[in-house]
C-alpha cells in the first residue's frame, strides 16, 4: 500500500540535519587517530573539562582542522591544549586559517600550549592546527573558542563512529560515509529521543561484516552491517541511521514491545531522516506491523492527537514504564481505537 587518507572528511552536506538560518555546522577532519576514547569533538564542545587525545606522537605532517559548512567572518580564535590537569601542552605549533578549504595560511604560534588570534583574511571556511617537528607527546586539545559571525553549532552531543572494514577493506569509502552522515544527524537524534537524566554515548563501533547475514543491528556501543547488503544497496544510509536510533534509544527494559522499538527507529528514518521515502507498507497493515508500518502509524497518531507522541513514547521505554494503557494515557484512544482509525484513511 504506497501511503498519500585517514581523513575524518564530510562527505554529505547533509544541510537538513540543521536549521537553515542556525549556526553553522563544523565538521572535524584530522590525519590523527583518536586515542583512549578521547574523541574530536570534544574539541569544540564547550566542556573545559574534556578534551580530544591522539593515539599516537603527531609529525609535522599531522593536522587537526574544523572545517566549517559555509564561510563565516571570524572575529576572534583561540586555543588551549593539553588536558585539563596541564600536561601535554602542544609545545609548537601553528594555527592555520583557509578561506576556501584546501590552501591554509600561517596565523599565529602557540606559546605555553595555547594561542589567541584575530584573522585579518576576511570569510574563515576552516580553522587548522599544525604541530611542529618534535612532538614528544600525543597532541591533545582540550578547546577551541571560535567568535564569529553567523556563529558556529558547538558539539552538543559529542560522538565518534569508528569504522572497521577489516573484512572487506574495499567497503571503506562507503563505510566512512555511512559513519560521518550518523555523526551529522547524532545530535538530531538525540533531541529527538531525550528524556531527563539520559546520557548519550560518545563512542560508537561499526564493523561491516561478510558473515552477517541480515542487514544491519546494534547493541550497547556497536552497529554490525552486511558487507553483501551494503554491496547490493549502496545508497541505503537510512539503515544505517536506523540502528544509530536504537544506540540512543538505549533502552534497558525487556518490556518494551519489539513491534514499537522498530517502529520508533523507522519513524525517526522516514518521517525525519528521509521524508517521503517510506514507500509500500504491509497491504492489510496494523499497528503492531512493525518498522515502516508502524513508523506510519506513530506519524498518523503524531499528527492528530500530539507532536510530542514518539519523544514521550521514547521516554516511557527508556524507564521501562510503558504499557499497554500508554496510548490511551497519551492520545485518549486505546490501541485498537487508533489502529482502527488510522486504517480508515488509508488510501484516501
Not at 600550549?113 to 600525543?138: D, F, L, M, Q, W
Request: glycine residues 8%; contains cysteine.
Amino acid at each position: 500500500m504506497l501511503l498519500p587518507r585517514f581523513v575524518f572528511a564530510l562527505l554529505f552536506s547533509t544541510t537538513a540535519a540543521c536549521a537553515a538560518d542556525g549556526p553553522v555546522v563544523v565538521t572535524v577532519e584530522s590525519t590523527l587517530n583518536t586515542g583512549s576514547g578521547q574523541i574530536r569533538q570534544f574539541a569544540f564542545d564547550g566542556d573545559d573539562t574534556t578534551y580530544f587525545r591522539s593515539d599516537r606522537i603527531p609529525t609535522e605532517a599531522d593536522h587537526f582542522t574544523l572545517v566549517l559548512d559555509a564561510p563565516v567572518v571570524v572575529k576572534s580564535i583561540a586555543v588551549v591544549t593539553g588536558k585539563p590537569d596541564g600536561v601535554e601542552r602542544l609545545e609548537a605549533g601553528t594555527l592555520e586559517v583557509s578561506d576556501d578549504g584546501k590552501t591554509f595560511h600561517p596565523l599565529a604560534t602557540f606559546t605555553d600550549g595555547r594561542v589567541t588570534a584575530v584573522p585579518n583574511r576576511g570569510e574563515v571556511r576552516a580553522i587548522r592546527i599544525k604541530p611542529s617537528a618534535g612532538s614528544t607527546h600525543p597532541l591533545t586539545i582540550r578547546e577551541v573558542s571560535i567568535e564569529s559571525n553567523p556563529t558556529l553549532a558547538r558539539f552538543r552531543y559529542p560522538i565518534e563512529f569508528a569504522v572497521d572494514v577489516s573484512d572487506a577493506p574495499e567497503m571503506k569509502e562507503w563505510a566512512d560515509k555511512a559513519a560521518r552522515l550518523c555523526e551529522r544527524w547524532y545530535p538530531r537524534i538525540n533531541e529527538e529521543f531525550k528524556s531527563e537524566g539520559f546520557k548519550p554515548r560518545h563512542h560508537v563501533s561499526m564493523a561491516l561484516k561478510t558473515s552477517y547475514k541480515g542487514v544491519a543491528e546494534a547493541g550497547g556501543s556497536r552497529i554490525t552491517g552486511s558487507v553483501k547488503f551494503f554491496k547490493d544497496h549502496p545508497r541505503d544510509f537510512g539503515a544505517m541511521i536506523h540502528e544509530t536510533c536504537h544506540i540512543v534509544q538505549n533502552y534497558q527494559s525487556r518490556g518494551n514491545p519489539g513491534w514499537l522499538v522498530e517502529g520508533v527507529a523507522d519513524y525517526f528514518r522516514f518521517f525525519i531522516f528521509e521524508p517521503g521515502n517510506l514507500g509500500r507498507i504491509n497491504p492489510d497493515p496494523h499497528y503492531n506491523d512493525s518498522y515502516r508500518t508502524t513508523a506510519a502509524f506513530l506519524a498518523y497518531a503524531t499528527g492528530k492527537y500530539d507532536i510530542g507522541l514518539v519523544p514521550k513514547l521514547n521516554a516511557l521505554m527508556r524507564e521501562g514504564k510503558y504499557t499497554p494503557e500508554t496510548f490511551k494515557a497519551l492520545t485518549g484512544k486505546t490501541l485498537p481505537e487508533l489502529d482502527a482509525e488510522w486504517r480508515s484513511t488509508l488510501g484516501k
